[in-house]
């Protein structure tokens, strides 16, 4: 599968931003969807993700995005999105989106866990 995140830009600090992954598998209701993000000179790491529709299509979050983020899946469109609340500017980072077909345990919190990634998209958040 081909993903694709869209949707950063330049916004200031309290304002929501709403991002995109668009997939490019009719297939797409079946792959668990991840989000992560990567600030300048640090990893790349773990903000939430969305369960296959298999398995509930829930979603999960790290414990600092639980509050200020929320991803929902619309498998009719093939996307999955991030929508992120009273952004700060610790948020700026490019976003990624990832997928993987685990079909039962853990979906995945880890890098390592996610075999698809699209290109990321950069989100900047001033003060």
């Known amino acids: 599968v081909q993903l694709q995140a869209s949707g950063g830009g330049l916004v200031q600090a309290g304002d929501s931003l709403r991002l995109s992954c668009a997939a490019s598998?009719?297939?797409?209701?079946?792959?668990?969807i991840g989000w992560f993000r990567q600030a300048p000179g640090k990893e790349r790491e773990f903000v939430g993700g969305?369960?296959?529709?298999?398995?509930?299509?829930?979603?999960y979050y790290t414990g600092s995005a639980k509050g200020r983020y929320t991803i929902s899946r619309d498998n009719a469109k093939n996307t999955v999105d991030l929508q992120m609340n009273s952004l700060s500017p610790e948020d700026t980072a490019v976003y990624f989106c990832?997928?993987?077909?685990?079909?039962?345990?853990?979906?995945?919190?880890?890098?390592?866990?996610?075999?698809?990634w699209g290109q990321g998209t950069l989100v900047t958040v001033s003060s």
């Open positions: 598998r009719r297939t797409f209701m079946d792959y668990n």
């Open positions: 990832a997928a993987n077909r685990r079909p039962s345990g853990s979906p995945g919190y880890n890098v390592d866990d996610y075999l698809y």
């Open positions: 969305i369960r296959r529709t298999g398995a509930g299509g829930v979603p």
